[in-house]
């Protein structure tokens, strides 16, 4: 009986009157006021952690038919890291919603101000294949955080998780205000074409152009998690070893290069680059041996079209005899190995856009202070990163370098402090969530100014005079000097 039922969902078509349908319903829940409580949205919290509690190797499991991500990766970035910014929000949730108390000035003299956080409203979440669980359900939590209902349309490429995702949410969430709609461009595109109060989508630049587009329909804010080209900028003179050992967690070790703040490409120094050489060789055969492509510690290419992708960046003209380590590949088990290449021309494909996988270009320079001039003649990165020991060299890093985010002497360990907000800048994404900034980026900051009905001032109401043109003056400027020498007539209009 429930694969009939399961087969007959299946085949049922999800069109623009079907989302119509589904984002009414949402707007009914949400203008009962239900999710507005503190109570709502602390039990749907408390039900997404005990989902990953009690579904854990239900979703490795996912993962691994996915993108044959090793296990370690799929319980620590997707599942660890998830239930922190949890337990994060349970526990400043009370502190978050608490309306922030504001200033007044002498204008508005007797009066009180404070912030309110509310709600947007009904938020649609376009998430992606790469994490599929981590960068689904995080921004979630800080929608059910912020008092929010939703849609979370996760990716098609990723279809073992998919499912499960909207298995669970089903099981073990509020079906009448969270969501899942699982289909590909024809389920997204009758999603978009409705009117959201916020839509946040996470994924490649060409699409972001499309959600902004039909955001801007209705005039709908948009939080957009893109990508781009990161750079890791290497030094002389730093502890090379652990320097090479965090550069290469940060782009294999994180679901083999298909990652948004993945390291794209290095910049080094012509003098330097030997020697880095030399250790990304030896510690890359210590991580995942003589033949990687049998490594169960990376994963595998997400399917056949990204895979044929990635040879196409190999197969360049400009970039088939600049692989200096690895290159061997596998079609059939849709395997690249960690595959370096040393000066590879800017002008060539592998630079021209997003490597998103486990290629690793190498450009040289004579100084390393050449190597900012080549990152801001890009487009801005979602993450950059310097290995150095020079503070001048850190401090004119930090000055000069535009990104979503920078690390310091490691990569990719930014997205695990909740106390930073990640998100990119230009063409790397608009706005930022994590911690706190989770629970703002899908709230509205309300401005309240409340007086009574003493202290009113006959000087604001016609009719004008110079005298009043005066004291209005010094009023909104704020000076009590000012006031006192309008009333004594001292101040020239």
């Avoid at 652990?242 to 910049?267: F, T």
């Amino acid at each position: 009986m429930g694969s009939e039922e399961e087969t007959k969902k299946k085949n049922e078509v999800f069109d623009a009157e079907a989302a119509s349908l589904v984002v009414k319903e949402l707007r009914g829940t949400f203008a009962s006021g239900k999710t507005k409580s503190y109570g709502w949205r602390v039990s749907q919290l408390k039900s997404l952690m005990k989902m990953l509690n009690e579904r854990e190797p239900d979703i490795v499991d996912a993962l691994r038919q996915d993108l044959d991500k090793p296990e370690l990766e799929s319980s620590i970035y997707e599942v660890a890291l998830l239930k922190t910014s949890i337990k994060s929000a349970l526990k400043e949730l009370k502190h978050w919603m608490t309306p922030e108390k504001a200033k007044t000035s002498i204008t508005t003299f007797p009066s009180s101000a404070e912030i309110v956080p509310e709600p947007f409203g009904v938020v649609l979440i376009i998430s992606p294949w790469n994490y599929p669980f981590l960068l689904s359900l995080d921004p979630v939590v800080g929608a059910i955080a912020a008092g929010n209902a939703l849609v979370l349309k996760p990716s098609e490429v990723a279809p073992a998780s998919s499912s499960l995702l909207a298995k669970l949410v089903g099981e073990y969430m509020d079906l009448s205000s969270i969501r899942v709609v699982e289909g590909a461009v024809a389920e997204t595109s009758a999603l978009l074409d409705q009117k959201w109060d916020k839509i946040c989508y996470t994924g490649n630049s060409r699409v972001a152009r499309i959600v902004m587009a039909a955001a801007a329909k209705h005039l709908t804010p948009v939080l957009l998690e893109l990508g781009g080209k990161s750079p890791v900028v290497f030094d002389s003179g730093i502890n090379l070893k652990v320097a090479c050992r965090r550069m290469i967690m940060g782009k294999w070790g994180c679901n083999n290069g298909q990652a948004c703040i993945s390291p794209d490409h290095i910049i080094t120094t012509k003098d330097y680059a030997p020697k880095l050489l030399e250790s990304l060789k030896n510690e890359l055969e210590n991580f995942y041996g003589k033949n990687p492509l049998e490594s169960k510690d990376l994963s595998r290419i997400v399917n056949s079209n990204h895979f044929a992708r990635l040879s196409k960046l190999l197969d360049d003209d400009k970039v088939s005899g600049k692989i200096v380590h690895g290159g061997e590949t596998d079609k059939t088990k849709l395997r690249i190995a960690p595959t370096l290449l040393l000066d590879v021309p800017q002008d060539s494909l592998i630079m021209s856009e997003e490597i998103f996988g486990p290629l690793l270009p190498i450009l040289t320079v004579d100084k390393i202070e050449d190597s900012f001039d080549i990152i801001n003649s890009g487009t801005k990165p979602l993450a950059a990163y310097l290995f150095t020991n020079n503070k001048k060299l850190k401090q004119q890093f930090v000055e000069t370098v535009s990104a979503g985010g920078l690390v310091i002497n490691d990569t990719a360990v930014h997205l695990a402090v909740h106390s930073l907000p990640f998100g990119g800048v230009q063409e790397s994404g608009m706005g930022a969530y994590h911690g706190k900034f989770s629970f703002d980026v899908f709230s509205h900051k309300k401005a309240v100014l409340s007086r009574g009905f003493i202290g009113d001032v006959p000087v604001r109401y016609p009719p004008y005079t110079k005298g009043k043109l005066r004291l209005l003056k010094v009023l909104i400027s704020g000076s009590l000097l000012g006031i006192i020498r309008a009333l004594l007539g001292w101040s020239k209009a």
